[in-house]
């Protein structure tokens, strides 16, 4: 019999082709293995820096971390085995998830096996038909999706624009029951931060929750890497629900919500996140865990990571480069016109050794392509300035090259 051909192949095509396809069907500098922050190997001969790891605390290596992972695996096995609430608990999780919510402040923590998961399983949960989710709109993908999908009305505002979202909530607040928002403490693909002391305000004054999405916050902003609450001095039990991610500074992976200590009990029985997904592994908890204790025994780290991220922010802007709104903390993106100058300078970057992959459409609005580079403690003051001299001289080919392209 002749097989039909199924529509399923042009479909997923068409789709591709709508997302951009061609951007990168001549080769792209996407999904290049790059086994430690500098190294050599066969790719890269002459070895490599990485700008696009965000292993903000340079602990994805440390003795301690990598150590603590493999004595979990000796003592309690590779996999966590089943969902914690029937049989995958281990003493390990609640030890870490304890001393998580004492660093931040928190009443209780709730790790879960990813942090996009974390997004979206939480705000499905939270709100019915009657309600309203109301997001930045560059808020991450894990809430978007989680945002959309729920029965209640989705709204957005502008980005960090707080008077927009006032203003929203002055006029429809009264149509519904319960409001969620959601926003995000580092923003991960701008390096910027909102207003929290009048995020905090218009949220009490219109009887709303917040979300507060820390994954890139965490290790990074305050004065010893307690997020965004520390960094404005607020209260951080004033935040409703609090998310993170282990996969950031933690140099681990996982995600979890930070909350009042009764709240995590009501997650621990009814999130399906968590009861229907299986628990963190040993290894990934230990290796959180000891994060955690590097972090909170060197503080120093979060300095040293803040120094850095002032150094790329302001030569980048030194140098006349388009930086946005970031404010010099772990991540900070340089913008380009277009797509096809932001890819040519990420490979003239890896060209010379350095990982710093384009965010084009699909990760950030059309027309505002931008490479986005993650800082890390551990880089060096005259690396720091080696990327940039070398963006520089990039972005100025990639001018010459479309003015000539123009001109013919
Ligand atoms: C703001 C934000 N939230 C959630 C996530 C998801 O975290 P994970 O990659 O640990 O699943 C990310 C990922 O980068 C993120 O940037």
Redesign the pocket.
């Known amino acids: 019999m002749k097989k039909t051909e199924s529509s399923f192949l042009s479909y997923a095509d068409r789709r591709f082709r709508l997302s951009g396809k061609a951007l990168i069907e001549n080769g792209h500098p996407y999904f290049v293995p790059t086994d430690m922050l500098e190294d050599q190997s066969d790719q890269w001969p002459k070895g490599y820096l990485s700008m696009s790891h965000y292993d903000y605390l340079g602990l994805m290596h440390h003795e301690e971390t990598t150590g603590a992972a493999k004595v979990a695996i000796d003592r309690h096995g590779t996999g966590a085995g089943a969902s914690r609430l029937v049989g995958g608990e281990r003493c390990a999780h609640r030890i870490f998830e304890k001393d998580l919510a004492d660093f931040l402040g928190v009443g209780g923590v709730l790790s879960i096996i990813?942090?996009?998961l974390t997004?979206v399983s939480v705000i499905g949960l939270l709100l019915g038909p009657k309600d309203l989710v109301i997001v930045d709109e560059l808020a991450?993908n894990?809430i978007m999706v989680g945002a959309r999908g729920v029965k209640a009305e989705f709204a957005t505002y502008a980005h960090n624009n707080l008077e927009d979202l006032n203003r929203i909530l002055n006029e429809r607040r009264g149509e519904f029951s319960r409001v969620l928002i959601c926003t995000?403490g580092l923003f991960?693909m701008d390096g910027d931060i909102t207003d929290l002391p009048r995020l905090l305000e218009i949220k009490d004054q219109h009887d709303a929750w917040l979300l507060l999405?820390e994954?890139?916050s965490y290790g990074v902003l305050g004065p010893t890497g307690r997020g965004l609450c520390e960094h404005f001095g607020e209260d951080p039990s004033r935040v409703e629900i609090a998310?993170g991610?282990?996969?950031k500074s933690f140099a681990s992976?996982?995600?979890f919500i930070a909350a009042n200590e009764e709240v995590i009990e009501w997650l621990r029985f009814c999130l399906p996140g968590f009861v229907y997904s299986v628990g963190l592994s040993p290894s990934t908890v230990a290796s959180a865990h000891a994060a955690l204790g590097v972090l909170r025994r060197e503080p120093d780290r979060v300095t040293r990571l803040r120094g850095n991220s002032v150094r790329f922010l302001q030569k980048a802007r030194d140098l006349g480069l388009n930086t946005g709104t970031a404010i010099g903390e772990a991540v900070v993106p340089i913008l380009f016109d277009t797509p096809e100058e932001c890819v040519f300078v990420a490979e003239a970057l890896m060209e010379q050794g350095i990982y710093a992959p384009p965010v084009v459409h699909i990760g950030v609005p059309k027309d505002l392509p931008r490479i986005r580079f993650f800082i890390s403690a551990t880089h060096t003051e005259a690396e720091i300035d080696r990327v940039l001299q070398a963006v520089l001289e990039a972005s100025g080919a990639a001018q010459a090259l479309s003015n000539r392209l123009s001109a013919e």
């Open positions: 990813s942090g996009y997004n991450h894990s995000e991960s999405d994954a890139h998310i991610t282990l996969s992976s996982g995600g």
